[in-house]
């Protein structure tokens, strides 16, 4: 499936529509740029130097996919809604569709929105995700903003000790609940596995247990599929 690397996409479709919380955002960011990108201390060089150059790349490349739950409600097979809407691969790239996107508190319920390393599509199907599975954690509505956002830092930012297991992560907004999962690789690297899931609940301060899933066990189970491993 084509990915579309447009922002335009992200900002004037109706399923996403821009945050409403840009300026708070926007400067916030800005504050983090003043010190770690512009050296607006010296006029000339600040002037003669494009901004282009400032660009800070990610490790991997990223893509946000949209699932528009309007799209869900009709009788279509499962995924066939889900599409790419933006591939990123620098922090500035991030942010920029991080401040023009609704977070979860104001998306759709029914929505599920991913964050997923390039190339490597949201569904137990794709092979790099078919013998893995997935941790996750669970906010009433309206609740998971934050730990959203703590999420695709720590993913992107590369803060876990085995980010090479990361597939990526999902948040599906639900009417009583927002669940964000992170899906993995190799569902039988136990050790990588729970390495992944403490490593997440410290990051976001998570004090409630959690379950693994592997996808092999969703796809025979539907949602009667047990945990493997609980942190
Ligand atoms: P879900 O949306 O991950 O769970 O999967 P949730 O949020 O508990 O359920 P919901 O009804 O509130 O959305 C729900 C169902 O979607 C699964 O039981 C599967 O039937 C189907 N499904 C989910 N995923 C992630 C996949 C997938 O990757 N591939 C296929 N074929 N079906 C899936």
């Known amino acids: 499936m084509a990915v579309e690397d447009t922002p335009k996409s992200i900002i004037t479709d109706d399923q996403i529509p821009p945050n409403p919380n840009n300026e708070e955002i926007n400067n916030n960011n800005n504050d983090l740029e003043e010190g770690e990108i512009l050296d607006e201390g010296d006029d000339s060089s600040a002037t003669s130097k494009p901004n282009s150059a400032a660009v800070h790349p990610l490790e991997n490349s990223w893509t946000f996919w949209f699932d528009n739950p309007q799209a869900k409600s009709k009788q279509a097979a499962w995924g066939s809604s889900i599409r790419p809407i933006y591939t ?18 104001k998306l759709a319920v ?102 693994f899933i592997f996808h092999d066990d969703a796809k025979k189970h539907d949602r009667g599929a047990k945990n493997k491993y609980v942190v």
């Open 88 to 105: 990123f691969s620098t922090v500035e790239e991030f942010w920029s569709i991080y401040n023009n996107i609704h977070h979860p508190s």
């Open 110 to 211: 029914g929505a599920d929105f991913h964050c997923f390393k390039h190339k490597i599509e949201p569904k137990w199907e794709d092979p790099i995700c078919a013998n893995g599975g997935k941790w996750t954690v669970q906010y009433q509505k309206g609740k998971s903003d934050t730990s959203w956002l703590y999420t695709l830092l720590a993913m992107i930012g590369e803060q876990f000790d085995h980010g090479d297991e990361i597939c990526g992560a999902v948040v599906n907004v639900r009417n009583r609940a927002e669940k964000i999962s992170i899906w993995t690789k190799n569902a039988a690297n136990e050790a990588a596995q729970v390495s992944i899931g403490k490593q997440w609940k410290e990051f976001l301060d998570y004090n409630e247990t959690i379950g």
